[in-house]
């Protein structure tokens, strides 16, 4: 375990209407069970949060954002400068589906490049992604020319693309890459992780 897991909590949550992070799936909060399948392939986890008294149960290391209000790549920012590692997967808090193996894929393409970022269909992942701790620069150069869209450092820093191929070893990319940002995404991940779907659905041969 030679890398670090960033969790970004640090949304409004405008759309969902309370905080996304400790929304329940099926019985637990998103961000416990994301914190439950990293645990294995993260020597470090940190949750990037400005209300750490909400998060200190949890058992991980919380930061918060060091240039604030400038959204998602403000706290990549903040989790690279707080983490112990070169290499980090960077995950947004309300993805219940991540998947542990294809974390470690992602770590393991890290050597190299300062950044691993799966591209499903015609989409890039930046929410579930490696980022090195040579990001560091580009990034703080973005947020202070007041640039907050996430992929905008990428052409400054060496960008390796997981693509389908990769992706499909590890399950369904839209399950993985699936967003609970509001109460209708909260009923269909809900549906998504239900016994009976799960039953229906062979998530290793999606071809």
Known sequence: MDGAAIILSGGRNSRMGRNKAFVNVNGKAIIAQIIETLRPVAAEIIVVTNCPDEYRHLGVSLTGDIIANQGPLSGIHAGLSASNHRNNLVVACDM??????????????????????PQWRDYLQPLFAVYAKTCIAPIEACLRGDIRKIIAFYP???????????????GDPERIFFNVNTPADLAAASAMDSPKA??????CDLA
Not at 198 to 203: H, I, L, N, V
């Open 96 to 117: 219940p589906f991540v998947e542990a193996p294809l974390a470690q894929a992602l770590l393991e393409l890290a050597p190299g490049y300062d950044v691993v970022v």
């Open 156 to 170: 400054q820093v060496r960008v390796r693309y997981a693509g389908e191929p990769l992706l499909r070893q590890w």
């Open 198 to 203: 799960a039953e229906g659905t062979d998530r």
